[in-house]
């Protein structure tokens, strides 16, 4: 059984932690042993068995905290179960349909088989860090589209997907 799950993330205003945090959370009720971390924070991944790996959108790229992690990872990553998720439209739009990962994401999962990549929306509220984010809210365009049932669907298929991994006694 695949029984100790990282879900790190990397996020500027805090909502990509909060989507992780889900995520880990549902992994738990489903038996399993999953903690979400910052991506800067992990220096490792021996202790883990799968990985979920999270990036807010900025301008049409992950968070670099994301990639960075990816890249500095790859290696391990690509010898255990990999999801990915995304977050950003600040719009309905990822409740509606499946959202494709962006170029940088599209990437990262050829070359480490991931398993899956969902986009999930983002959240832009008052108080946001760094001058684009503040004018976008400031305009109108901002507010909370993550859909947290959709969110407690995806980890509930990633934990029925490890759970079924392990060996019949």
């Known amino acids: ?6 879900v790190v ?3 500027t205003n805090g909502s990509t932690a909060q989507i992780a945090e889900a995520i880990a959370d549902v992994l738990r009720k489903e038996g399993l042993t999953a903690e979400a ?4 924070s992990v220096t490792g991944l021996e202790p883990y068995d799968a990985v979920v790996v999270g990036g807010g959108l900025y ?3 992950w968070h670099k905290d994301a990639r960075r992690f990816v890249r500095r990872h790859a290696r391990e990553l690509a010898g ?3 999801w990915l998720f995304s977050s950003g439209p600040l719009d ?10 962006v170029p940088g994401v599209r990437r990262i999962m050829i ?3 991931v398993q899956e990549h ?6 832009l509220e008052a108080g946001a860090r760094g001058f684009i984010a503040r004018k976008i809210v400031s305009s109108g365009k901002g507010g909370d589209f993550r859909d947290f049932d959709q969110i407690e669907a995806w980890a509930g298929r990633i934990a029925s997907e490890l759970v079924r991994e392990s060996p019949r006694t």
């Open 59 to 61: 301008a049409g790229r």
């Open 118 to 123: 969902v986009t999930f929306g983002g959240c």
């Open 111 to 113: 070359r480490l088989d």
């Open 80 to 82: 255990c179960p990999l």
């Open 9 to 11: 993330y990397g996020t």
């Open 1 to 6: 059984m695949r029984s100790k799950v990282l």
């Open 37 to 40: 971390l910052p991506a800067r």
């Open 92 to 101: 309905a739009s990822a409740s509606e349909r499946d959202i494709p990962p």
